[in-house]
């Protein structure tokens, strides 16, 4: 057996292992298939071996890192790690149009709900993102994300001059919801979307549907109507009850003492104090310094006896 | 029973300037129409895609309104009486959804790149047509932005980081997929053809009747030959009545790129 393979992927939060569509989809992919990943959770995809997030880090000379999730879910099934192997032929070709409806229908307004749609954005999405990144990064990738992502639905719609606004917000939403009712149309009563074991299309969609589900917006018409089909959102949870355990239990945000060293939250105040009197001291000892501030030990009327006392002194050793 | 319609009128570019993505749209358009049994009219003007009111062609005019794509134009001749997928139950047209998209992901995205992408065709082939109706110096801008605009398009999705290779390999991993669904029946749903047929009729039959700089495109569909007799089929029962002695010369409609 190979050595164990290196995920590299976006931090968990709100319940989830990872906030990012792409990481989910790779992680539920991964625990399907029962493939062994070495996970780092981190913050920062300037550390991942490809600069972007999901990455896997593969140990053969001859590929480099994989970074897209279909790139990634096929290095697993050559490893042998293959979630679709009781497929039947029919099964996989409806895996392959599921997930393209997925990616051409739900997706566009998953980004924009997520990352052009100003109060959520702002509110949510951007402060998320500004408080888990180290410094100085936090200043500039959620601005740099947001435009990409613009840019991006702006190049997909095929309309340059293309805005955040109510037309394109209902347009979007339109076929989302559509998509989410065929979704739910099509797994119906079943666990999985086929038979009882999970696919490559239950975690592409569990990727899609879990962050809908579980982060909170305050413009969250797509988490309402996904609320209001039963079927997905018991699909979604139980799929994080039964292969995410660990995540499910911790619902706020809470201090993850990870091997991700950027956690700086519990650090927070220490570095506040410390920098304060870092500030003070060295202020201070500039202050000394440059004779602004200084510390006199010697009386005013002491210094025209200082030199007797010195001429003093002196005899003595002398005399000595 | 036919509740509007005056005769539709269906907008595309001309001959010599269509490259083979419109043409798959426009036929697919062409085809579904047929099939509703809708008579239709193919006008052809240089200008089409700045007419449509998304900017892609085709797009149809029926008294005072306008529709481009097929998506739309179905939902339009659906809320005027006409649709083919009313028999379907749910799960089927949840399926029937998702083919069409895996289309339109896959095949028609391929067919984008291969025209702009990939430097020998774009130079031989896209560029030439596509600027063909303007003069010096116009017809090098215009080439050259639209060939930029869908090289950003490519980025953006992750198709730009793909190999040639690569992408003949999806587009054979596509027709996979319909080959795997198409079976042996004679149309995806049933026995009547619905708006899947349509889409995968024009799309398929345009690659297989359009020369590129490479056959491989074609090769890889003529692999399946359920598709193969899928778009023989079609074409006896929709276009027969379009060309005079068509059988004897094959696959000859629809316009070649040479």
Known sequence: MAAPLELYCWKGDWGLPSVDTDCLTVLAYAKFAGAPLKVHKITNPWRSPTGTLPALKTTEESTRSLSKPSNIIIHLRKQKYNADYDLSAKEGADTLAFVSLLEEKLLPALIYTQWVDSKNYVDVTRRWYAENIPFPLNFLLPNRIHNQQLERLRLVRGDPTLEPGEQLEKELYQDALECMTLLSQRLGSHKFFFGDSPSSLDAYVFGHLAPLLKVKLPNGKLQQHLNSLDNLRHYCTNILILYFPSEAVTPTVSVHSDSSDFDSEPHKRRKQILSVLFAMGSMLGYAILMGIVSIQHVRPQAALVGPRHIEEGGEEEEEE | ?258
């Open chain 2, 1 to 258: 029973m036919c509740k509007c319609m005056s005769v539709c009128c269906l907008f595309v570019f001309s001959e010599d300037q269509i490259l083979l993505s419109d043409c798959a749209s426009s036929l697919a358009v062409q085809a579904y129409l047929r099939m509703c049994n809708l008579p239709v009219h193919v006008s052809c003007r240089s200008n089409a895609e700045y007419m449509s009111p998304s900017g892609k062609v085709p797009f149809v005019h029926v008294g005072n309104q306008v529709v481009s794509e097929l998506g739309p134009i179905v939902q339009f001749t659906k809320a005027k009486g006409h649709s083919l997928s009313d028999g379907l139950d749910d799960v089927q047209r949840a399926e029937m959804k998702a083919y069409m998209e895996l289309v339109n992901n896959m095949l028609l995205t391929a067919e984008l790149y291969i025209q702009w992408c990939d430097d020998t065709t774009a130079t031989e082939i896209s560029r030439p047509r596509y600027s063909s109706p303007y003069s010096w110096p116009l017809n090098q801008i215009l080439a050259y932005q639209k060939q930029w605009e869908v090289r950003r398009k490519m980025n953006a999705i992750g198709w730009a980081g793909k190999s040639l290779e690569q992408v003949y390999e999806d587009v054979s991993q596509c027709c996979q997929a319909l080959s795997q669904r198409l079976g042996t029946q004679p149309y995806f749903f049933n026995k009547q053809p619905t708006e899947l047929d349509a889409l995968v009729f024009g799309h398929l039959f345009t690659i297989l009747t359009t020369r590129l700089t490479s056959d491989e495109l074609g090769e890889k569909i003529k692999s399946y030959s359920n598709l193969l007799a899928f778009c023989r089929r079609i074409e006896q029962s929709y276009f027969e009545d379009s060309q005079a002695g068509s059988s004897s010369r094959g696959y000859s409609k629809g316009p070649s790129l040479f």
